[in-house]
């Protein structure tokens, strides 16, 4: 049973709908991250929250809206995307924010957008 | 400006053979973290290690084994007599002290491993 888990796995979505990744994890971390991983791009980071609190947001488009309920569970809500935002989305989590703290991650929301 | 390159793209190895991944990173902090991980075709990604800057010591885990040199900014990664099961693409990344106070982990592009029987 891996730390951290992504549901759905899969996700087929068109352009005008709406639809949410949702992410868990269970080791009892107080920072949570969403990763995006495109074909041809490297990881890049997206979001990070610590203790519920939204401390990073890295020029991501607007289209994209995380909720982060509580420490555990990480929301990210997907409406209007557009073909090129297909991708895996990795969910992760260290104990905290700070450098050096390792990060582990999920297996990935693979995502496409017709 | 922190950086990680992976020079190579894709390695090709017969069972039992020896490969190592090269990994070269660029920061300004003398406080760093370096980190390996795995990303099998499911597409989690694995830890493998973490290493800080001022622990130079070589690891081995089994038949991973890390050999860290400051004096080339260097994190290669090697693995002894490879199985099939060790396919898969692995990333070196790098955290250092942004201002920001959190960390920002900044990955290379990778190198695909590919192990065959």
């Known amino acids: 049973e891996t730390g951290v888990t992504q549901t759905p796995r899969h996700l087929v979505m068109g352009m005008t709908n709406k639809k949410s990744l949702k992410c868990e994890q269970h080791?009892?971390?107080?920072?949570m991250y969403w990763y995006k991983q495109s074909a041809k791009k490297p990881l890049e980071l997206m979001f990070v929250y610590s203790l519920e609190e939204r401390v990073e947001n890295n020029s991501v488009p607007s289209r994209f809206s995380p909720e982060c309920p509580n420490s555990s569970h990480l929301f990210l809500h997907l409406h209007t995307l557009q073909p090129e935002d297909s991708a895996l989305y990795l969910c992760a989590s260290s104990q905290e924010v700070f450098s050096g703290n390792t990060i582990y991650f999920g297996e990935g929301s693979w995502l496409t957008v017709v | 400006a922190q950086k990680v390159t992976q020079a190579q793209t894709e390695i090709s190895v017969v069972e039992k053979e020896d490969v190592t991944l090269d990994c070269v990173y660029e920061t300004r902090d003398t406080t760093y973290y370096l980190f390996w991980y795995k990303q099998p075709p499911s597409g989690e990604l694995v830890f493998l290690i973490r290493?800080?800057?001022?622990?130079?010591q070589n690891e081995i885990s089994g038949r991973y084994s890390w050999n860290f040199q400051k004096s080339t900014s260097s994190f290669n990664f090697t693995i002894t007599a490879s199985q099939v099961v060790d396919s898969a693409v692995y990333f070196c990344?790098?955290?250092?002290?942004?201002?920001?106070?959190?960390?920002?982990?900044?990955f290379g592009t990778g190198t695909r491993l590919l192990v065959s029987p």
């Open positions: 990344a790098l955290s250092d002290s942004p201002d920001t106070g959190f960390q920002k982990l900044v």
């Open positions: 080791l009892g971390h107080n920072a």
């Open positions: 290493r800080n800057s001022f622990d130079e």
